[in-house]
C-alpha cells in the first residue's frame, strides 16, 4: 500500500440549506485497497460521493489527491483528477451495443470523421477481459448481459478512461447472489492491479467483510466508525451498519413485544 492516501477528504461539510448532511467527513483511500463506506439510508453516502464526483461542491473542508488540495466545479474535473464514478442506475443504453456503451461520448473516428468500431471493438474486448469477463462479441447490445457484467462494462470503461479512484455506488445491491459474486470478483482483480483505490458503497456487511481492506460507517452526515478489519476487531459492526445505538434499542423493543 502507498505511504500516502491517494484520496483524501478533510472535514468535508454539505449543508442543504438549513440541512446539514455531511457534519465533517474525513475520509482516505489508498492505491491498491477497497474501502467500503457503509451506513443506512440517509446516511450522507451518495453526498459524500457526488461532492467526490464533483455533483456538488462542498460548503466547507478539502479534497486532495496526491497530498494536493483539489476542487472540483464539474463532474469532468473529477473525472480529469482520476475520479472515476459507477453510479447505481448505471446509465448503460440496453439497445446499444457492449463497445457503443463503454465509448459513450468518447468514440474513436478515423480523419474522415467515421467511427473506428473494429478498434474499439478490440479494445472493449480486452479491456472487459483484463477483469475477467471474456465478451465474445462487443457488438452484442447490452441487453443481452447479465447485471454483474454490466457492473463489470462500467467498471473496466472507467478504468479505460483513466480512474484511479473508482467510486461504486451500491454495484451489488440490485443482483442476485452469483451475479453479486461476480462483482466482488472484479473488484478484487482492480484492488490487483495495486495502482487503484476502490471505495464500495454497500449496505452488505458481509460483502464488505469479504472484500474490504478498510471500513467507514456513516450515519446521520459522520464518521460512527472506520478502521481496518483487524483494528474493527471487536466492535459491533451490526450495530454500526445500522447507526450505533439505535440498533441496540430496537433490539430491546423487539423482545418486549
Ligand atoms: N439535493 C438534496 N437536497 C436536500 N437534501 C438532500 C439532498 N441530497 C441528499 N439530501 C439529504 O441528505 C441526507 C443524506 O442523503 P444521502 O447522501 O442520499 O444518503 P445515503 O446515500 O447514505 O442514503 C438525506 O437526509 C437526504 O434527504
Ligand atoms: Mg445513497
Not at 453516502?45 to 488540495?69: F, M, N, R, W
Not at 473506428?116 to 447490452?142: C, F, R, W, Y
Amino acid at each position: 500500500m502507498a505511504d500516502q492516501p491517494f484520496l483524501r477528504c478533510e472535514k468535508l461539510v454539505k449543508r442543504f440549506g438549513p440541512f446539514t448532511a455531511l457534519g465533517g467527513v474525513d475520509l482516505d483511500v489508498y492505491s491498491g485497497e477497497v474501502h467500503a463506506l457503509l451506513g443506512d439510508n440517509g446516511a450522507g453516502k451518495s453526498t459524500l460521493i457526488k461532492t467526490l464526483a464533483g455533483v456538488h461542491a462542498p460548503t466547507e473542508g478539502q479534497i486532495y489527491i496526491e497530498g494536493a488540495p483539489v476542487t472540483f466545479r464539474t463532474p469532468r474535473d473529477a473525472s480529469n483528477a482520476g475520479i472515476g464514478t459507477v453510479y447505481q442506475d448505471l446509465a448503460v443504453n440496453p439497445l446499444m451495443s457492449v463497445t457503443r456503451n463503454f465509448f459513450m461520448g468518447r468514440e474513436l473516428t478515423n480523419s474522415f470523421g467515421v467511427l473506428n468500431m473494429k478498434q474499439m471493438d478490440e479494445i472493449t474486448h480486452d479491456e472487459m477481459l483484463k477483469i475477467g469477463i471474456d465478451i465474445s462479441d462487443p457488438s452484442q447490445a447490452v441487453g443481452t448481459m447479465s447485471g454483474g457484467q454490466r457492473q463489470t462494462l462500467a467498471i473496466a470503461r472507467a478504468i479505460h478512461f483513466g480512474a484511479k479512484v473508482l467510486i461504486l455506488d451500491e454495484p451489488t445491491s440490485a443482483l442476485g447472489q452469483k451475479q453479486q459474486m461476480e462483482v466482488l470478483k472484479t473488484m478484487m482483480r482492480v484492488r490487483a492491479r495495486g495502482d487503484i483505490a476502490i471505495i464500495f458503497i454497500t449496505h452488505n456487511e458481509i460483502h464488505s467483510k469479504l472484500v474490504a481492506d478498510r471500513m467507514t460507517f456513516l450515519a446521520l452526515g459522520q464518521v460512527i466508525g472506520s478502521g481496518t478489519k483487524a483494528e474493527l476487531e471487536g466492535e459491533d459492526i451490526r450495530r454500526l451498519m445500522a447507526g450505533g445505538a439505535e440498533m441496540a434499542d430496537l433490539e430491546q423493543e423487539l423482545a418486549a413485544i
